[in-house]
């Protein structure tokens, strides 16, 4: 009897605590409760909410998740290589979207040969809220780099106003990082990482790109560089490059980044201050202006000379499919490069030049 009557207010006092718990959870829901929020969130030492959103999804538009955390340094301390090296990309709402270019790049990491671990050294730079909060989602490390000046969350089509002015937000914000002491591949998100690029990359260069067209040597000017593929080096020499090529902007209206380094690689500055510059083959480094047509020497393949995101979207999947075809393969028939890309497609040269063509006229 006594045991019984003990029971009974336990019971009780467990009821008790579990409707306060479900009471208050609910209140924190509703009232997205700033101080409840960050107690939630001291449940877990990532950078991301994506467990808590999962749950809640409502979080995804509270301004409370969209908001950075923790500071620049933090995160790049945190997702550094020993070397102090972070993998950098941009995203905007447009590639952000489930199903679209940010997940066909993520996959791209798992599924490529031994990719995976650079997951944990990629830092996903957020050009507006809804593009942090999906990487908060899907990602460990995200950082909220809206502009207060330009609205980035759609696709910026080619050459238009916003589009150059996200272009030039990403070589000011990539040149403090290289002040902040930390080397960077920068890639754009509609890069597939394959293979390791490390090995690949030269030793004594400051800073590297990959082409649009390599003309057969790595350290000649008139290869034509796509700026959505660099591993640079912190030092004095790259910082003030950098700042030179950021500067250029004035000297150049109305182009973008790629273009202004077109014109600045042969710039007597270059020489004046040291920079050690060298362009990265095709063969290795591909993309659709020019495939790397050997699927055993790709490390990444970008989805260049490309416009319009379904066009690029339905190239991207045909790409990954072709690579998990290629891995399917016994060794003896890798070797012998029996499968080559089926791309590009949509994104084929035709098109594009018809693009440019309809283009050219309209503004005629």
Wanted: aromatic residues 14%; glycine residues 4%; proline residues 4%.
């Amino acid at each position: 009897m006594l045991r019984k009557a003990k029971t009974i207010p336990l019971r009780r006092a467990v009821a008790a605590s579990f409707f306060f718990a479900t009471v208050s959870l609910s209140c924190l829901v509703l009232l997205g409760d700033v101080d409840s929020h960050r107690f939630l969130s001291s449940f877990h030492s990532s950078y991301s909410l994506s467990g808590f959103t999962r749950i809640f999804p409502s979080v995804y538009n509270d301004p409370v998740a969209t908001s950075n955390e923790y500071p620049l340094e933090k995160i790049l301390n945190e997702a550094a290589m020993k070397d102090r090296t972070v993998i950098l990309t941009t995203l905007n709402e447009a590639w952000a979207a489930p199903n679209s270019v940010i997940d066909l790049f993520l996959e791209s990491f798992r599924i490529g040969d031994r990719t995976s671990t650079f997951l944990d050294h990629l830092v996903i730079i957020a050009l507006d809220q809804k593009a942090f909060a999906r990487c908060q989602v899907i990602h460990t490390y995200c950082f909220s780099l809206v502009s207060e000046e330009a609205d980035f969350h759609e696709e910026a089509y080619f050459m238009t106003p916003r589009y150059l002015m996200m272009m030039w937000k990403r070589i000011d914000f990539l040149r403090t990082v290289l002040e902040m002491g930390y080397n960077f591949v920068f890639t754009d998100a509609d890069i597939m990482w394959f293979r390791d690029p490390f090995p690949l990359f030269h030793l004594d260069a400051d800073f590297q790109i990959a082409c649009d067209h390599f003309t057969g040597r790595f350290d000649d000017v008139q290869n034509r560089p796509n700026g959505g593929f660099n591993y640079v080096k912190s030092n004095n020499r790259s910082i003030e490059f950098y700042k030179f090529w950021y500067s250029s902007r004035e000297t150049y209206p109305g182009y973008h980044d790629q273009d202004v380094l077109n014109f600045i690689k042969v710039h007597p500055f270059i020489t004046d201050i040291g920079l050690k510059m060298r362009f990265l083959d095709t063969t290795n480094f591909g993309g659709l202006c020019e495939p790397s047509r050997d699927l055993n020497q790709v490390c990444t393949m970008h989805a260049n000379c490309c416009l319009g995101m379904d066009s690029k979207l339905h190239d991207l999947r045909i790409m990954l499919q072709d690579w998990k075809h290629y891995l399917s393969l016994p060794t003896s028939l890798k070797r012998l490069s029996v499968v080559s890309w089926r791309v590009p497609q949509k994104c084929s040269i035709e098109s594009l030049l018809h693009h440019n063509s309809t283009e050219k006229s309209v503004e005629e």
